[in-house]
């Protein structure tokens, strides 16, 4: 299966939001509501930000938000600090008993 | 506090072995599936394998299928993955991660594995 299509770049000033789409095909985002959003700083190991489309782990600030609308899950985070420059990898259950992971995004705060 | 350390990585020879270690504290580790994920330089993340808690039930990723193998010893809290034939593209930090493939809440630092000559 092909990775998750993501935007490589977004971008956003310091309060605004941004949305970073990630699109796959029916069997895999648009066929299971097992899409997480994983938070990556440089040189460290990836975070969990948002599991199951929509749920947040504890601890993560509610400035995230997952969604999902047929084959394209969304991750949008309000109110842009400089701490969530990073980039953001999307996941999802691919059916067949694998797991697929976007090319992520690097999100800058201007 | 969940800790997950890997060890393990080095430099190996295209068609050499490596066994990655993972320990793991502060859970219970039998009652938790674990994955191996891993990262190219530069690159995105890729999901290699996971194992259920009991290490009943396995799956891999199509591009390691074959040539790697996880399991993982309870009683030493330790996962591994035994990477066999190992190729150029294989070259990646490999994290060792807990909770189910598609919602991985707990990440190790990682290790680096290099497959050159």
């Known amino acids: 299966q092909s990775a998750l299509t993501q935007p490589p770049s977004a971008s956003g000033s310091p309060g605004q939001s941004v949305t970073i789409s990630c699109t796959g095909t029916s069997s895999d985002v648009g066929g299971y509501n097992y899409v997480s959003w994983y938070q990556q700083h440089p040189g460290k190991a990836p975070k969990l930000m948002i599991y199951?489309?929509?749920k947040r782990p504890s601890g993560v600030p509610d400035r995230f938000s997952g969604s999902k609308s047929g084959n394209t899950a969304s991750l949008t985070v309000s109110g842009l600090q400089a701490e969530d420059e990073a980039d953001y990898y999307c996941?999802?259950?691919?059916?067949?008993?694998?797991?697929?992971f976007g090319g992520g995004t690097k999100l800058t705060v201007l | 506090e969940v800790q997950l350390v890997e060890s393990g990585g080095g430099l190996v020879q295209p068609g050499g072995s490596l066994r990655l270690s993972c320990a793991a504290s502060?859970?219970?580790?039998?009652?938790?599936?674990m994955n191996w994920v891993r990262q190219a330089p530069g690159k995105g993340l890729e999901w290699v394998s996971y194992?259920?808690?009991?290490?009943?039930?396995?799956y891999y990723a199509d591009s390691v299928k074959g040539r790697f193998t996880i399991s993982r010893d309870n009683a030493k809290n330790s996962l591994y993955l035994q990477m066999n034939s190992l190729r150029a593209e294989d070259t990646a930090v490999y994290y060792c991660?807990?909770?189910?493939?598609?919602?991985?809440?707990?990440w190790g630092q990682g290790t680096l594995v290099t497959v050159s000559s």
């Open positions: 194992i259920t808690g009991s290490g009943s039930i396995i």
């Open positions: 199951e489309v929509t």
């Open positions: 996941s999802s259950y691919g059916g067949s008993n694998n797991v697929i």
């Open positions: 502060g859970f219970t580790f039998s009652s938790y599936e």
């Open positions: 991660a807990r909770g189910p493939g598609s919602a991985v809440g707990y």
